[in-house]
Protein backbone atom coordinates (compact mmCIF):
# COMPACT_ATOMS: atom_id res chain seq x y z
CA UNK A 1 0.00 0.00 0.00
CA UNK A 2 1.25 3.59 -1.08
CA UNK A 3 0.88 5.77 1.78
CA UNK A 4 3.27 8.91 0.51
CA UNK A 5 4.80 10.12 -2.82
CA UNK A 6 6.90 13.06 -2.79
CA UNK A 7 8.95 14.70 -5.54
CA UNK A 8 11.11 17.39 -6.76
CA UNK A 9 12.96 18.24 -9.75
CA UNK A 10 15.93 20.61 -10.48
CA UNK A 11 17.65 21.33 -13.86
CA UNK A 12 16.09 18.39 -15.36
CA UNK A 13 16.95 16.12 -12.71
CA UNK A 14 14.13 14.34 -11.16
CA UNK A 15 14.18 13.13 -7.16
CA UNK A 16 10.93 11.16 -6.08
CA UNK A 17 10.09 9.74 -2.77
CA UNK A 18 7.59 7.02 -2.22
CA UNK A 19 7.04 4.93 0.73
CA UNK A 20 5.18 1.51 1.10
CA UNK A 21 3.68 -0.11 4.28
CA UNK A 22 3.27 -3.65 4.35
CA UNK A 23 1.24 -5.94 7.25
CA UNK A 24 3.70 -9.08 7.86
CA UNK A 25 3.84 -11.27 10.29
CA UNK A 26 6.49 -12.52 13.15
CA UNK A 27 9.42 -13.83 12.98
CA UNK A 28 10.46 -13.68 8.96
CA UNK A 29 7.44 -13.12 7.11
CA UNK A 30 8.28 -11.89 3.45
CA UNK A 31 6.89 -9.24 1.03
CA UNK A 32 7.48 -9.47 -3.16
CA UNK A 33 7.75 -5.81 -3.28
CA UNK A 34 8.84 -6.10 -7.28
CA UNK A 35 5.76 -4.82 -8.88
CA UNK A 36 5.83 -1.87 -6.13
CA UNK A 37 9.06 -0.31 -6.47
CA UNK A 38 8.63 -0.89 -10.37
CA UNK A 39 5.52 1.68 -10.53
CA UNK A 40 7.70 3.58 -8.32
CA UNK A 41 9.82 4.37 -10.99
CA UNK A 42 7.59 4.44 -13.83
CA UNK A 43 5.40 7.14 -11.81
CA UNK A 44 8.64 9.05 -11.31
CA UNK A 45 9.00 9.75 -15.29
CA UNK A 46 12.66 8.67 -14.24
CA UNK A 47 14.13 6.94 -18.01
CA UNK A 48 17.81 6.73 -16.58
CA UNK A 49 19.01 6.70 -12.74
CA UNK A 50 19.37 4.63 -9.71
CA UNK A 51 16.19 3.58 -7.22
CA UNK A 52 17.73 2.98 -3.49
CA UNK A 53 15.14 0.78 -1.82
CA UNK A 54 15.69 1.16 1.79
CA UNK A 55 13.81 -0.26 5.09
CA UNK A 56 13.60 1.98 8.04
CA UNK A 57 13.45 -0.05 11.49
CA UNK A 58 16.33 -2.54 12.97
CA UNK A 59 14.30 -5.64 12.20
CA UNK A 60 13.34 -5.24 8.78
CA UNK A 61 15.64 -5.99 5.69
CA UNK A 62 15.65 -6.00 2.19
CA UNK A 63 17.52 -8.61 -0.47
CA UNK A 64 17.00 -9.76 -4.37
CA UNK A 65 15.50 -14.06 -4.13
CA UNK A 66 13.43 -15.85 -6.57
CA UNK A 67 10.15 -15.00 -4.95
CA UNK A 68 8.84 -18.61 -5.36
CA UNK A 69 7.92 -20.65 -2.25
CA UNK A 70 10.75 -22.79 -1.98
CA UNK A 71 13.50 -20.86 -2.09
CA UNK A 72 11.65 -18.35 0.80
CA UNK A 73 11.47 -21.46 2.71
CA UNK A 74 15.10 -22.50 1.91
CA UNK A 75 16.20 -18.74 2.58
CA UNK A 76 14.05 -18.82 6.17
CA UNK A 77 15.91 -22.14 7.49
CA UNK A 78 19.68 -20.56 6.12
CA UNK A 79 18.48 -17.60 7.92
CA UNK A 80 17.42 -19.54 11.19
CA UNK A 81 20.92 -21.56 11.13
CA UNK A 82 22.92 -18.38 11.57
CA UNK A 83 20.49 -16.77 14.36
CA UNK A 84 18.77 -19.13 16.12
CA UNK A 85 15.28 -17.94 18.00
CA UNK A 86 16.07 -20.15 20.80
CA UNK A 87 19.91 -19.15 21.40
CA UNK A 88 20.90 -16.78 24.19
CA UNK A 89 21.14 -13.54 23.38
CA UNK A 90 21.91 -10.18 25.66
CA UNK A 91 19.74 -8.26 24.04
CA UNK A 92 16.85 -10.57 25.80
CA UNK A 93 18.29 -10.07 29.04
CA UNK A 94 18.63 -6.24 28.91
CA UNK A 95 15.25 -5.80 27.27
CA UNK A 96 12.19 -7.45 26.89
CA UNK A 97 10.89 -7.60 24.07
CA UNK A 98 12.48 -11.17 23.47
CA UNK A 99 13.32 -10.15 20.02
CA UNK A 100 17.45 -10.67 20.47
CA UNK A 101 17.28 -13.00 16.82
CA UNK A 102 15.47 -10.32 14.97
CA UNK A 103 17.80 -8.06 15.34
CA UNK A 104 21.30 -10.12 14.57
CA UNK A 105 19.08 -11.22 11.11
CA UNK A 106 18.19 -8.10 10.34
CA UNK A 107 21.83 -6.82 10.53
CA UNK A 108 23.60 -9.66 8.97
CA UNK A 109 21.04 -8.99 5.72
CA UNK A 110 21.36 -4.88 5.83
CA UNK A 111 18.59 -2.55 5.22
CA UNK A 112 19.26 -1.20 1.66
CA UNK A 113 19.88 -1.67 -1.87
CA UNK A 114 20.28 0.08 -5.04
CA UNK A 115 19.16 -0.62 -8.60
CA UNK A 116 19.83 1.26 -11.43
CA UNK A 117 16.95 2.10 -13.82
CA UNK A 118 17.57 2.28 -17.51
CA UNK A 119 15.04 2.72 -20.00
CA UNK A 120 12.25 3.49 -17.47
CA UNK A 121 12.98 0.14 -15.84
CA UNK A 122 14.35 -1.37 -13.38
CA UNK A 123 17.68 -3.62 -14.31
CA UNK A 124 16.20 -6.78 -12.49
CA UNK A 125 17.24 -10.34 -13.99
CA UNK A 126 13.86 -12.28 -14.93
CA UNK A 127 13.79 -14.57 -11.61
CA UNK A 128 14.79 -11.78 -9.58
CA UNK A 129 12.52 -10.40 -7.17
CA UNK A 130 13.23 -7.43 -4.30
CA UNK A 131 12.08 -9.08 -1.21
CA UNK A 132 11.18 -7.52 2.58
CA UNK A 133 11.68 -9.22 5.28
CA UNK A 134 10.27 -8.98 8.62
CA UNK A 135 12.69 -10.35 11.32
CA UNK A 136 10.16 -9.17 14.17
CA UNK A 137 9.10 -11.40 16.63
CA UNK A 138 5.66 -9.96 16.62
CA UNK A 139 3.53 -8.85 13.30
CA UNK A 140 4.68 -5.50 11.74
CA UNK A 141 3.47 -3.07 9.35
CA UNK A 142 6.48 -2.53 8.22
CA UNK A 143 7.28 0.92 6.20
CA UNK A 144 9.66 0.92 2.79
CA UNK A 145 11.27 4.16 1.31
CA UNK A 146 11.69 4.13 -2.44
CA UNK A 147 13.86 7.02 -3.77
CA UNK A 148 14.37 7.53 -7.54
CA UNK A 149 17.30 9.97 -8.78
CA UNK A 150 17.31 10.58 -12.16
CA UNK A 151 16.14 11.78 -15.32
CA UNK B 1 33.78 -6.84 -21.60
CA UNK B 2 31.69 -4.28 -21.71
CA UNK B 3 28.61 -4.82 -23.67
CA UNK B 4 26.73 -1.64 -23.66
CA UNK B 5 27.01 2.10 -22.79
CA UNK B 6 24.12 5.00 -22.38
CA UNK B 7 24.54 8.43 -21.38
CA UNK B 8 23.00 11.17 -20.53
CA UNK B 9 22.98 14.90 -19.30
CA UNK B 10 21.11 17.21 -17.37
CA UNK B 11 22.06 21.09 -15.52
CA UNK B 12 25.32 19.72 -15.29
CA UNK B 13 24.67 16.67 -13.81
CA UNK B 14 25.45 13.08 -15.93
CA UNK B 15 23.95 9.89 -15.41
CA UNK B 16 25.96 7.34 -17.18
CA UNK B 17 25.28 3.71 -17.83
CA UNK B 18 27.46 0.62 -18.43
CA UNK B 19 27.59 -2.76 -18.80
CA UNK B 20 29.59 -5.75 -18.59
CA UNK B 21 29.41 -9.33 -19.39
CA UNK B 22 31.78 -11.97 -17.38
CA UNK B 23 31.81 -15.52 -18.44
CA UNK B 24 31.87 -17.51 -15.49
CA UNK B 25 32.32 -21.15 -13.81
CA UNK B 26 29.26 -23.08 -11.51
CA UNK B 27 29.06 -23.26 -8.08
CA UNK B 28 31.21 -20.50 -6.84
CA UNK B 29 33.46 -18.81 -9.36
CA UNK B 30 34.69 -15.00 -9.18
CA UNK B 31 35.75 -12.38 -11.50
CA UNK B 32 37.10 -9.16 -10.17
CA UNK B 33 35.10 -6.31 -11.82
CA UNK B 34 37.16 -3.23 -10.22
CA UNK B 35 39.29 -2.04 -13.39
CA UNK B 36 36.36 -2.41 -15.42
CA UNK B 37 34.21 -0.06 -13.11
CA UNK B 38 36.79 2.21 -12.51
CA UNK B 39 37.01 2.08 -16.83
CA UNK B 40 33.17 3.13 -16.33
CA UNK B 41 33.57 6.24 -13.97
CA UNK B 42 37.04 7.82 -16.12
CA UNK B 43 34.70 7.60 -19.31
CA UNK B 44 31.56 9.01 -17.60
CA UNK B 45 33.75 11.76 -16.64
CA UNK B 46 32.19 12.43 -13.24
CA UNK B 47 34.56 14.26 -11.02
CA UNK B 48 31.82 13.62 -7.75
CA UNK B 49 29.08 11.25 -7.55
CA UNK B 50 28.25 7.91 -6.66
CA UNK B 51 28.60 4.36 -8.73
CA UNK B 52 25.81 2.18 -8.14
CA UNK B 53 27.20 -1.74 -9.24
CA UNK B 54 24.22 -4.18 -9.61
CA UNK B 55 23.99 -7.76 -10.55
CA UNK B 56 21.04 -8.68 -12.62
CA UNK B 57 19.98 -12.45 -11.71
CA UNK B 58 19.15 -14.46 -8.84
CA UNK B 59 21.83 -16.21 -8.45
CA UNK B 60 24.42 -13.65 -8.80
CA UNK B 61 25.96 -11.11 -5.88
CA UNK B 62 29.00 -8.62 -5.76
CA UNK B 63 30.85 -7.67 -2.19
CA UNK B 64 33.88 -6.20 -2.00
CA UNK B 65 37.46 -8.40 -0.86
CA UNK B 66 41.20 -8.19 -0.88
CA UNK B 67 41.12 -10.36 -4.76
CA UNK B 68 43.97 -12.68 -3.61
CA UNK B 69 43.49 -16.59 -3.97
CA UNK B 70 43.39 -17.23 -0.24
CA UNK B 71 40.79 -14.71 0.75
CA UNK B 72 38.94 -15.94 -2.51
CA UNK B 73 39.25 -19.86 -0.94
CA UNK B 74 38.28 -18.65 2.53
CA UNK B 75 35.38 -17.08 1.54
CA UNK B 76 34.21 -19.56 -0.76
CA UNK B 77 34.43 -21.91 1.94
CA UNK B 78 32.60 -19.97 4.42
CA UNK B 79 29.56 -19.36 1.95
CA UNK B 80 29.54 -22.80 1.88
CA UNK B 81 28.56 -23.42 5.32
CA UNK B 82 25.90 -21.35 5.41
CA UNK B 83 24.36 -22.92 2.53
CA UNK B 84 25.73 -26.30 1.72
CA UNK B 85 25.21 -27.68 -1.55
CA UNK B 86 23.87 -30.94 -0.28
CA UNK B 87 21.25 -29.91 2.10
CA UNK B 88 17.87 -30.19 1.45
CA UNK B 89 16.35 -27.40 -0.58
CA UNK B 90 12.57 -27.27 -0.87
CA UNK B 91 13.28 -25.25 -4.48
CA UNK B 92 15.49 -28.31 -5.84
CA UNK B 93 12.13 -30.64 -4.89
CA UNK B 94 9.22 -27.98 -6.81
CA UNK B 95 12.05 -26.95 -9.47
CA UNK B 96 14.11 -29.24 -11.58
CA UNK B 97 17.74 -26.53 -11.89
CA UNK B 98 18.94 -28.03 -8.38
CA UNK B 99 20.13 -24.63 -7.78
CA UNK B 100 18.56 -24.31 -4.18
CA UNK B 101 21.30 -23.37 -2.74
CA UNK B 102 22.71 -20.84 -5.30
CA UNK B 103 19.46 -18.78 -4.15
CA UNK B 104 20.13 -18.80 -0.58
CA UNK B 105 23.86 -17.66 -1.26
CA UNK B 106 22.73 -14.86 -3.40
CA UNK B 107 20.07 -13.66 -1.12
CA UNK B 108 22.74 -13.91 1.94
CA UNK B 109 24.90 -11.54 -0.32
CA UNK B 110 22.93 -9.17 -2.20
CA UNK B 111 22.70 -8.07 -5.86
CA UNK B 112 23.94 -4.21 -5.08
CA UNK B 113 26.75 -2.14 -3.78
CA UNK B 114 27.24 1.76 -4.03
CA UNK B 115 30.62 3.12 -4.17
CA UNK B 116 31.43 7.33 -3.53
CA UNK B 117 33.35 8.57 -6.44
CA UNK B 118 35.61 11.63 -5.54
CA UNK B 119 38.31 13.33 -7.97
CA UNK B 120 36.91 10.86 -10.21
CA UNK B 121 38.12 7.80 -8.55
CA UNK B 122 36.34 5.14 -6.67
CA UNK B 123 36.81 5.53 -2.86
CA UNK B 124 38.10 2.11 -2.67
CA UNK B 125 40.95 0.78 -0.29
CA UNK B 126 43.96 0.05 -1.27
CA UNK B 127 43.34 -3.85 -1.18
CA UNK B 128 40.02 -3.34 -1.51
CA UNK B 129 38.07 -4.92 -5.13
CA UNK B 130 34.96 -5.17 -6.32
CA UNK B 131 34.40 -8.97 -6.83
CA UNK B 132 31.28 -10.57 -9.08
CA UNK B 133 30.35 -13.69 -7.76
CA UNK B 134 28.62 -16.49 -10.01
CA UNK B 135 27.02 -18.63 -7.57
CA UNK B 136 24.89 -20.61 -9.81
CA UNK B 137 25.18 -24.52 -10.40
CA UNK B 138 25.99 -23.97 -14.14
CA UNK B 139 28.44 -21.84 -16.29
CA UNK B 140 27.15 -18.23 -16.53
CA UNK B 141 27.17 -15.19 -18.26
CA UNK B 142 26.83 -12.71 -16.01
CA UNK B 143 26.10 -9.01 -16.50
CA UNK B 144 26.66 -5.87 -14.51
CA UNK B 145 25.18 -3.26 -14.42
CA UNK B 146 26.97 0.19 -13.55
CA UNK B 147 25.11 3.52 -13.14
CA UNK B 148 27.09 6.24 -12.27
CA UNK B 149 25.19 9.48 -10.93
CA UNK B 150 27.16 12.82 -10.66
CA UNK B 151 29.20 15.86 -11.82
CA UNK C 1 36.12 12.84 13.76
CA UNK C 2 35.62 14.65 10.32
CA UNK C 3 38.55 14.59 8.25
CA UNK C 4 37.48 16.21 4.77
CA UNK C 5 34.61 17.56 3.16
CA UNK C 6 34.12 18.64 -0.16
CA UNK C 7 30.88 19.53 -2.33
CA UNK C 8 29.62 20.89 -5.69
CA UNK C 9 26.70 21.79 -7.48
CA UNK C 10 25.11 21.66 -10.49
CA UNK C 11 21.78 23.08 -11.72
CA UNK C 12 20.38 22.72 -8.26
CA UNK C 13 21.57 19.43 -7.38
CA UNK C 14 23.85 19.32 -4.66
CA UNK C 15 26.79 16.46 -4.07
CA UNK C 16 28.32 16.67 -0.36
CA UNK C 17 30.98 14.53 0.23
CA UNK C 18 32.57 14.10 3.61
CA UNK C 19 35.18 11.59 5.43
CA UNK C 20 35.30 10.71 8.85
CA UNK C 21 37.55 8.81 10.81
CA UNK C 22 37.11 6.53 14.19
CA UNK C 23 39.65 4.59 15.77
CA UNK C 24 38.64 1.27 16.06
CA UNK C 25 40.17 -1.71 18.61
CA UNK C 26 40.88 -4.92 17.10
CA UNK C 27 38.89 -7.73 15.93
CA UNK C 28 35.27 -6.76 16.05
CA UNK C 29 34.93 -3.24 17.23
CA UNK C 30 32.22 -0.83 16.27
CA UNK C 31 31.16 3.13 16.37
CA UNK C 32 27.71 4.16 15.98
CA UNK C 33 28.49 7.03 12.86
CA UNK C 34 24.39 7.63 12.84
CA UNK C 35 25.15 11.51 14.36
CA UNK C 36 28.05 12.23 12.36
CA UNK C 37 25.96 10.72 8.84
CA UNK C 38 23.66 12.74 10.13
CA UNK C 39 25.35 15.62 10.74
CA UNK C 40 26.90 15.76 7.26
CA UNK C 41 23.26 15.54 5.67
CA UNK C 42 22.41 18.74 7.28
CA UNK C 43 25.56 20.78 6.41
CA UNK C 44 25.14 19.45 2.69
CA UNK C 45 21.79 21.52 2.86
CA UNK C 46 20.20 18.22 1.07
CA UNK C 47 16.11 18.24 1.47
CA UNK C 48 15.36 15.22 -1.04
CA UNK C 49 17.97 12.57 -1.90
CA UNK C 50 20.29 9.95 -1.23
CA UNK C 51 23.01 9.58 1.15
CA UNK C 52 25.34 6.45 0.14
CA UNK C 53 27.76 5.42 3.03
CA UNK C 54 30.81 3.84 2.24
CA UNK C 55 33.90 2.06 4.61
CA UNK C 56 37.41 1.97 2.56
CA UNK C 57 39.31 -0.98 3.35
CA UNK C 58 38.77 -4.47 2.96
CA UNK C 59 38.43 -5.20 6.71
CA UNK C 60 35.28 -2.91 7.66
CA UNK C 61 31.74 -3.26 6.89
CA UNK C 62 29.12 -0.84 7.55
CA UNK C 63 25.28 -2.38 9.22
CA UNK C 64 22.42 -1.01 10.45
CA UNK C 65 21.82 -2.24 14.10
CA UNK C 66 19.82 -1.06 17.35
CA UNK C 67 22.95 0.30 19.26
CA UNK C 68 22.85 -1.06 22.53
CA UNK C 69 25.70 -3.90 24.11
CA UNK C 70 23.16 -6.51 24.17
CA UNK C 71 22.39 -6.57 20.39
CA UNK C 72 26.53 -5.56 19.89
CA UNK C 73 27.59 -8.56 21.93
CA UNK C 74 24.92 -11.10 19.99
CA UNK C 75 26.05 -9.40 16.30
CA UNK C 76 29.68 -10.31 17.41
CA UNK C 77 28.68 -13.37 18.49
CA UNK C 78 26.85 -14.02 15.27
CA UNK C 79 30.04 -13.07 13.46
CA UNK C 80 32.39 -15.10 15.20
CA UNK C 81 30.29 -18.91 14.09
CA UNK C 82 29.88 -17.34 10.21
CA UNK C 83 33.92 -16.95 10.60
CA UNK C 84 35.78 -18.64 13.64
CA UNK C 85 38.82 -16.77 14.60
CA UNK C 86 40.97 -19.88 14.94
CA UNK C 87 39.74 -21.72 11.68
CA UNK C 88 42.26 -22.58 9.05
CA UNK C 89 42.39 -19.51 6.37
CA UNK C 90 44.63 -19.69 3.27
CA UNK C 91 45.06 -16.46 3.74
CA UNK C 92 46.82 -17.08 6.50
CA UNK C 93 49.59 -19.38 4.80
CA UNK C 94 50.15 -16.82 1.96
CA UNK C 95 50.58 -13.55 3.69
CA UNK C 96 52.00 -12.76 7.48
CA UNK C 97 49.35 -10.59 9.06
CA UNK C 98 46.91 -13.66 10.28
CA UNK C 99 43.44 -11.52 9.39
CA UNK C 100 41.93 -14.28 7.00
CA UNK C 101 39.05 -14.31 8.99
CA UNK C 102 38.51 -10.46 9.36
CA UNK C 103 39.05 -10.88 5.25
CA UNK C 104 35.86 -13.21 5.16
CA UNK C 105 33.72 -11.53 7.63
CA UNK C 106 34.49 -7.91 6.11
CA UNK C 107 32.70 -9.75 2.77
CA UNK C 108 29.95 -11.37 4.30
CA UNK C 109 28.74 -8.28 5.43
CA UNK C 110 29.62 -6.13 2.30
CA UNK C 111 31.17 -2.49 2.36
CA UNK C 112 27.99 0.17 1.61
CA UNK C 113 24.94 0.92 2.64
CA UNK C 114 22.52 3.69 1.03
CA UNK C 115 19.93 5.74 3.24
CA UNK C 116 17.04 8.28 1.33
CA UNK C 117 17.39 11.50 2.85
CA UNK C 118 13.81 13.19 2.97
CA UNK C 119 13.04 16.54 5.07
CA UNK C 120 16.56 16.82 5.51
CA UNK C 121 16.84 13.78 7.82
CA UNK C 122 17.73 10.28 7.26
CA UNK C 123 14.59 7.82 6.83
CA UNK C 124 16.35 5.51 9.96
CA UNK C 125 13.55 3.66 12.37
CA UNK C 126 13.97 5.07 15.75
CA UNK C 127 16.28 2.03 17.37
CA UNK C 128 17.74 1.36 13.76
CA UNK C 129 21.72 3.27 13.65
CA UNK C 130 24.37 3.24 11.48
CA UNK C 131 27.43 1.15 12.25
CA UNK C 132 30.61 0.59 11.45
CA UNK C 133 32.58 -2.15 12.21
CA UNK C 134 36.42 -3.12 12.33
CA UNK C 135 37.05 -6.87 11.65
CA UNK C 136 40.34 -6.33 11.65
CA UNK C 137 42.89 -8.39 13.69
CA UNK C 138 44.47 -4.86 14.90
CA UNK C 139 43.52 -1.78 15.63
CA UNK C 140 43.12 0.82 12.97
CA UNK C 141 42.21 4.17 12.33
CA UNK C 142 39.07 3.35 10.00
CA UNK C 143 37.96 5.81 7.05
CA UNK C 144 34.00 6.88 6.46
CA UNK C 145 32.82 8.16 3.38
CA UNK C 146 29.61 9.68 2.78
CA UNK C 147 28.55 10.81 -0.50
CA UNK C 148 24.97 12.81 -0.28
CA UNK C 149 23.40 13.63 -4.06
CA UNK C 150 19.84 15.34 -3.90
CA UNK C 151 18.28 19.08 -4.08
Not at 116 to 142: C, E, K, M
Request: glycine share 12%; charged share 25%; proline share 4%.
Amino acid sequence: MQVRKDGVAAGGLTLSMREFEYDLGEDFDTADITADVAAAVAASGVHTGTATVFIPGATGAVTCLEYEPGVIADFRRAIERLAPRDDHYDHNVRMDDGNGHSHVRAGLLGPSMAVPVVGGRLTLGTWQQIVLVNFDNRPRRRRVAVQIVGV
